[in-house]
């Protein structure tokens, strides 16, 4: 299970430079926010996912949290609609 957390890490962070977003999540502090709800995540609205809370922001400590799919679709709708003028 660590080993398939580790690689999630990976190509998390991977993803993060591709798209030029700051990264200063550690594996530490990667592995302690699933502590106990990795099994949680998956693909429906309900599951959990890792999401930025602002946009504006990079994937740093204090702004990412577990969060709903849901959840991170609105704040990421809101950010697309405040860049866009909406």
């Given at each position: 299970?660590?080993?398939?957390?580790?690689?999630?890490?990976?190509?998390?962070?991977?993803?993060?430079?591709?798209?030029?977003?700051?990264?200063?999540?550690?594996?530490?502090?990667?592995?302690?926010?699933?502590?106990?709800?990795?099994?949680?995540?998956?693909?429906?609205?309900?599951?959990?996912v890792l999401g930025r809370v602002d946009w504006d922001q990079g994937w740093h400590d204090h702004n990412v949290e577990?969060?709903?799919?849901?959840?991170?679709?609105?704040?990421?709708?809101?950010?697309?609609?405040?860049?866009?003028?909406?």
């Amino acid at each position: 299970m660590r080993r398939e957390l580790y690689y999630a890490y990976l190509k998390h962070r991977s993803q993060a430079q591709y798209r030029n977003e700051d990264y200063t999540l550690t594996w530490e502090s990667w592995e302690n926010l699933w502590q106990g709800t990795w099994h949680l995540r998956g693909k429906t609205s309900r599951d959990l996912v890792l999401g930025r809370v602002d946009w504006d922001q990079g994937w740093h400590d204090h702004n990412v949290e577990i969060m709903t799919r849901r959840e991170h679709f609105d704040i990421r709708k809101a950010y697309n609609a405040k860049r866009r003028g909406l």
